[in-house]
């Protein structure tokens, strides 16, 4: 169980081109979502929070109106990159959780790695 | 969020017990310890978690002291895929937000 999926695992797009990964809870029903970005041989960094029909929030020095999250269900949540630069290539993964306290534990997705040309 | 300490990293031996120690000092009364694993190039895995019993699943056992300051992660038997970087996280109760720190890289030998 708590399975959750991420697709595409892998993206190579042209500099200004903008970028749609999916996240999806496969087994449970999330209610909140969260998106990381981790850069090589550094840790995970939280960018937002998202919970369903809600719009995210996101973390101090993140552009909101460039990673644009939609949590449209219990089941999916969209990181869209816009207008994306190559300093925006990284690996960016996904978590849910049933709910929005310390006790609900986060399973991750497999990861989406971004390369912008 | 309180902070966590873990040694950057530890070599073990496969087949034997492998034991991860996290510093937890400033965690609060209502704050878990989760305990999540990254091997490499792939989204982290969940190992287990507690609150102030100790605990055991299919994966591993955490034994948290009991003033709750530090805990301890065993992997009963060690094997070579278990070469990955643990991360000790103290989750808040409010929000859910984990803040992964530079965690442990274990290495399994043969």
């Known amino acids: 169980g708590a399975v959750v999926s991420q697709h595409p695992s892998w993206v190579i797009c042209k500099s200004g081109t903008s970028v749609k990964i999916e996240c999806r809870s496969l087994?449970?029903?999330?209610?909140?979502m969260f998106w990381y970005r981790q850069f090589p041989k550094q840790s995970l960094m939280l960018m937002a929070t998202?919970?369903?029909?809600?719009?995210?929030?996101?973390e101090q020095g993140v552009e909101k109106d460039k990673f644009l999250i939609n949590h449209a269900s219990l089941t999916l949540s969209t990181l869209t990159v816009t207008s994306a630069h190559p300093e925006d290539s990284s690996f960016y993964i996904c978590?849910?959780?049933?709910?929005?306290?310390?006790?609900?534990?986060?399973?991750f997705g497999p990861g989406t790695r971004l390369t912008v040309l | 969020d309180a902070k966590t300490t873990q040694p950057p990293s530890m070599d073990c031996a496969e087949g034997r017990a492998a034991n991860l120690p996290c510093n937890h000092s400033?965690?609060?009364?209502?704050?878990?310890v989760y305990w999540y694993r990254q091997i490499h190039s792939q989204g982290p895995q969940y190992i287990i978690h507690?609150?102030?019993n100790n605990e055991t699943n299919e994966m591993a056992s955490l034994i948290i002291t009991e003033d709750r300051k530090s805990s301890t992660l065993i992997l009963p038997h060690a094997t070579l895929r278990d070469t990955a970087v643990y991360y000790c996280?103290?989750?808040?109760?409010?929000?859910?937000?984990?803040?992964f720190g530079g965690g442990t890289r274990v290495l399994v030998k043969p």
């Open positions: 400033t965690i609060s009364g209502n704050e878990y």
């Open positions: 087994d449970f029903q999330a209610t909140t």
């Open positions: 507690g609150l102030k």
């Open positions: 978590s849910a959780s049933a709910g929005g306290s310390g006790k609900d534990t986060q399973y």
């Open positions: 996280i103290v989750n808040t109760a409010a929000g859910n937000k984990l803040t």
């Open positions: 998202s919970n369903e029909g809600s719009k995210a929030t996101y």
